[in-house]
């Protein structure tokens, strides 16, 4: 069953997706949009599922009794971002800005939602609609499975808008195609002291500065070269004034990486360095560890029907494996799935300020979740 996109279906979904982008909500804070997504689908008759979630909204669409459920996952929050760009539609909320392109998502998936509801009658099975909360605080894919919203479900359905890439075109990788995430804090306290008197403290900056640089060689030098993997510290804190040698110095960062090996390794080498550098310095490392999402790995079976079936309606090729993250790989960990990319055209990169999505990406995204659900319904019997 295909469908073209009626244009007034069309106009509506980006109307609904241009008022999301002006009232952008932070993680586990989208009170209006879940409200405003449960309304949508309330009025097309589509049945809303109990969650003992604040936010977030899932419902189902076709028999009550199928041999097969597919979910289909959208995220729907924001990032706190000030946003800098002259769209009438800009964020009216201070501080929070839809950088990510979660709003072309939401409005996507209500298209798609629209169509599976039209031809309820004739899927081979059942949808389950999932508008995830709290993506971009990397937990909202366990908040649903702690909720229950996997179960039951059979294999798992998404995509994200990809920045640069034409608009409509598909991409997708089967197998690893993104990057684990994990983050870091490490604070190291010395002794204070008169920063004309270093003898009489332990200063934790020269500490600091050697860990840093120590941690650099991680990657160069324990990693093999055709393996992937990043570490990058992105926030450093030290000291209160020019005169005085503080107490404690702290740096903050992330690991990424596409191989478990070479996850365990770098997590290894990271203690490892991180409390002998201190020890050589004498002050004391406390780390703060924080295993995060694993890679996104596309079950091939089901990516190669996701390939074929939306060749049907946009150009479809081959993704690069990139190191970026989601936690849509949580979802996977559970169930078959594949997270394809969307080509939304975009000025700059994502999570940035300036970051402009493309209205047509709404109406291809309609196309992304409906066909694809219809042809996986089929093949999942």
Not at 351 to 378: C, M, T
Request: aromatic letters at 8%; a negative charge; one cysteine or more.
């Amino acid at each position: 069953m295909t469908a073209d996109i009626d244009p007034t279906l069309e106009q509506q979904l980006i109307a609904w997706r241009h008022d999301f982008h002006q009232h952008p909500e932070l993680a586990n804070h989208e009170v209006r949009t879940s409200q405003k997504i449960r309304e949508i689908l309330t009025n097309w008759g589509i049945k809303i599922l109990p969650t003992h979630l604040a936010t977030g909204v899932f419902a189902e669409i076709g028999s009550d009794n199928p041999r097969k459920t597919l979910g289909l996952r959208a995220d729907i929050d924001a990032l706190p971002i000030q946003e800098e760009t002259d769209l009438p539609y800009a964020s009216v909320n201070e501080g929070v800005m839809h950088a990510c392109g979660h709003d072309t998502h939401i409005a996507a998936l209500l298209g798609g939602a629209y169509l599976l509801k039209q031809h309820e009658a004739e899927l081979k099975g059942k949808v389950r609609l999932l508008f995830q909360l709290s993506e971009e605080d990397q937990e909202g894919a366990l908040q649903i499975i702690d909720d229950g919203q996997l179960n039951g479900v059979d294999a798992v359905l998404g995509f994200h808008n990809a920045p640069f890439h034409p608009v409509g075109e598909l991409a997708v990788h089967a197998g690893i195609s993104s990057g684990a995430i994990d983050k870091f804090k490490v604070t190291l306290t010395g002794v204070g002291t008169h920063a004309s008197a270093p003898q009489n403290g332990t200063d934790p900056i020269p500490a600091l500065g050697a860990e840093i640089t120590a941690l650099q060689s991680i990657v160069a030098r324990n990693v093999a070269p055709f393996k992937a993997g990043v570490l990058s510290i992105t926030h450093i804190t030290a000291g209160t004034t020019w005169n005085i040698l503080p107490e404690t110095a702290w740096f903050e960062g992330t690991v990424r990486t596409a191989d478990k090996q070479v996850r365990a390794l770098i997590k290894q080498r990271f203690f490892t360095v991180v409390e002998n550098t201190a020890a050589a310095f004498g002050v004391k490392a406390d780390i703060d560890w924080y295993d995060g999402d694993p890679s996104v790995d596309n079950d091939p079976k089901l990516t190669a029907i996701v390939q074929d079936e939306s060749q049907s309606f946009t150009t479809s090729y081959e993704e690069e494996p990139a190191l970026g993250s989601d936690d849509f790989a949580c979802l996977q960990a559970k169930v078959p799935g594949v997270y394809a990319k969307l080509g939304n055209g975009g000025n700059v990169a994502n999570h940035n300020p300036r970051y402009i999505a493309e209205d047509g990406v709404v109406a291809v995204g309609a196309r992304f979740f409906y066909q694809n659900s219809v042809r996986l319904l089929k093949e999942l019997q």
